[in-house]
C-alpha cells in the first residue's frame, strides 16, 4: 500500500508538472516553462538541485539543433561516393600514424575486449578526425531542445537525465556550462550519448576515472567496450557480412556509415 501511494504522489506530481507546461513543442515557444517542470523531474530522478540548477540554469532553445534533427536523412544512398569523401590517403596515413602513436594503449585494448585498433582508430577518424573536432554545441542546451521536441522527447529526455547524471557522479570535468559536443548531444573523441558515456566509459587497462575528452586512449577503450557489450566477437571479421559488422551497426545503424567504418579499418590494417 505504502509503494502505491509513493508510486500515486510521484503522477500526481508529474501531472502536475504537465499541468504547468506543455508537454512537448516544436518551437522555443512553452520551452521555457517545460524546462523549469523538467527541473523539478530531474530531482526526483534523484540528481541533486545544485547540479541541475548549474546546468540547466539559463539553458535555452536552439533552433539549430531542432534544424539538424529536422534535415537529417541518412547518409544517403552512394556508399562509393560517401566512402570516398570519408576515407582519403590523408584520412588513411594519419589514422596508420595513430596507430604507431598508441600501439601501447591499443594492444592493451585489445587484450580487453577483443577490437582490434584499425577499427576503433577507423570510428575515431569518421567521428572526430582523431579529436580535432569534438563539436561546439553546448551539451545541456541541445538535449534540452532535442528533449523539449515532440519528434523523440522520450529518448532525449533520459539523455539530459544521464548527462546531469555524469555530472553528478564527476564522470565529466568540465562545469555543465563548459560541456560541448555534437548537436544531438554526443560527446568525446569517440561521441559517445550520455548514456553510454555512464555504462562504458573506461580506460586502457580499466584503472582510474576515464576521460573520453581530453584522452584519446581512454575515448578509444570506451569505444571498444561498447562494441564487445553489443556483441564484438574476438578475433572474427569486420566486413558486411562478417560476424563484427552488426557490432558496427549498433554503433551507428546506417549501413553506409557502418561500411565505410569496415572499409576505413580495412586500409588502416593494410587489406
Not at 90 to 100: E, F, P
Not at 148 to 159: L, N, S, T, V, Y
Not at 205 to 230: C, R, V, W
Not at 232 to 243: L, S
Request: aromatic content about 10%; some cysteine.
Amino acid at each position: 500500500m505504502r509503494a502505491l501511494l509513493f508510486a500515486a504522489a510521484i503522477a500526481a506530481a508529474l501531472g502536475a508538472a504537465s499541468a504547468r507546461a506543455e508537454d512537448c513543442g516544436r518551437s522555443a515557444e512553452g520551452f521555457s516553462d517545460w524546462l523549469k517542470s523538467f527541473r523539478q523531474v530531474a530531482i526526483q530522478d534523484g540528481v541533486s538541485p545544485e547540479v541541475v540548477d548549474a546546468a540547466l540554469s539559463g539553458v535555452a532553445y536552439d533552433a539549430s539543433v531542432k534544424a539538424h534533427d529536422g534535415g537529417v536523412a541518412a547518409f544517403g544512398h552512394n556508399f562509393a561516393g560517401f566512402a570516398a569523401s570519408h576515407i582519403t590517403p590523408g584520412g588513411i596515413a594519419r589514422g596508420k600514424a595513430m596507430l604507431r602513436t598508441y600501439a601501447g594503449p591499443l594492444a592493451k585494448i585489445e587484450q580487453r575486449f577483443g577490437v582490434p585498433g584499425p577499427v576503433l582508430v577507423a570510428i575515431w577518424g569518421l567521428e572526430t578526425s582523431f579529436g580535432a573536432d569534438n563539436g561546439s554545441y553546448p551539451t545541456f542546451r541541445a538535449l534540452a531542445t532535442l528533449a523539449w521536441d515532440c519528434r523523440r522527447p522520450d529518448r532525449f529526455r533520459a539523455e539530459l537525465i544521464d548527462a546531469l547524471m555524469m555530472v553528478q557522479r564527476g564522470v565529466v570535468q568540465q562545469s555543465p556550462r563548459q560541456l560541448r559536443g555534437a548537436w544531438a548531444g554526443e560527446i568525446g573523441q569517440t561521441q559517445l550519448m550520455p548514456s553510454a558515456v555512464l555504462m562504458f566509459a573506461t580506460t586502457p587497462d580499466g584503472d582510474g576515472p576515464a576521460d573520453l575528452i581530453h584522452n584519446s586512449a581512454d575515448a578509444l577503450a570506451s569505444t571498444a567496450k561498447f562494441l564487445q557489450a553489443h556483441g564484438w566477437q574476438r578475433g572474427a571479421g569486420w566486413d558486411e557480412g562478417e560476424p563484427n559488422f552488426a557490432a558496427i551497426l549498433e554503433w551507428n545503424s546506417a549501413p553506409i556509415y557502418a561500411r565505410t567504418v569496415a572499409l576505413f579499418a580495412d586500409r588502416l590494417a593494410g587489406r
